[in-house]
């Protein structure tokens, strides 16, 4: 759905904690999805991604999990790192009419504490 | 190196003058995007490009044109009829395919209007 006008949520973590950032999407018809990672100025980078045929995929200290049923993805991170700190988006690939699309969820701003 | 490249990093413009922001990727990739970042918040899609000589309409097409000449190339031109401009830009790419796979950022052109 549309972010215009929303301010990011915060999820402070204290290091070497695990951390879930949650994403709730919109098109029951999505069937692939992305979790994506942004320093500050730069662009977003690839992190795991998800198939709508699976429900849990691990990759190195994170792990994506898909509630179909719910419309809804989380991200773990664990033992967090100060280098985790970023804003996480989720992403949802949408076709529409035979053309296809990534529509970004609002954004989860973690901040790791030492 | 391959990748997608955002020109120029910052850029300012005057107020009702026209701008375009460059968009370059050798990663043989169909698809293009361009997005739209306000400070604290999510990306919102402009204008999405799936072939050569097409492109479609995003959530917030207004006062935004794009061409797609190229492949490798999605330039996008903010125009006058843009009212409030000032904005993190980031262009992305993917190949094509129905269940989707990995879209890739450029680094962001930051645009203000002075």
């Known amino acids: 759905g549309e972010n215009v006008g929303l301010h990011l949520p915060t999820l402070s973590v204290q290091e070497g904690d695990n951390s879930i950032i949650n994403c709730a999407y919109s098109?029951?018809?999505?069937?692939?999805f992305i979790w994506y990672k942004q320093e500050s100025g730069k662009g977003p980078q690839f992190i795991i991604d998800?198939?709508?045929?699976?429900d849990k995929r691990q990759g190195q200290r994170v792990t994506v999990l898909l509630n179909k049923t719910v419309k809804h993805l989380s991200l773990q991170i664990a033992a967090t790192q100060p280098g985790d700190s970023a804003v996480y988006f989720c992403?949802?690939?949408?076709?529409?009419?035979?053309?296809?699309?990534?529509?970004f969820g609002t954004g989860t701003r973690l901040k790791v504490l030492a | 190196d391959g990748g997608i490249t955002q020109s120029p990093k910052y850029l300012f413009r005057k107020e009702g003058q026209n701008v375009t922001l460059s968009c370059e990727q050798n990663?043989?990739?169909?698809?293009m995007y361009w997005y739209r970042q306000d400070p604290g918040q999510g990306l919102r899609l402009i204008y999405y490009?799936?072939?050569?000589?097409?492109?479609q309409k995003g959530d917030i097409a207004e006062g935004y044109s794009v061409s797609r000449e190229k492949k490798e190339s999605f330039p996008l031109t903010v125009t006058s009829a843009q009212k409030n401009p000032t904005a993190f830009y980031l262009c992305?790419?993917?190949?094509?395919?129905?269940?989707?796979?990995?879209?890739?950022f450029g680094q962001g052109t930051r645009l203000t209007v002075v």
């Open positions: 998800i198939r709508s045929n699976m």
């Open positions: 992403a949802e690939n949408i076709g529409v009419g035979g053309t296809y699309k990534y529509i």
């Open positions: 990663l043989n990739h169909d698809a």
């Open positions: 098109n029951s018809a999505s069937d692939y």
């Open positions: 490009s799936q072939i050569v000589n097409d492109f």
């Open positions: 992305a790419s993917s190949i094509w395919v129905a269940d989707g796979d990995e879209a890739f």
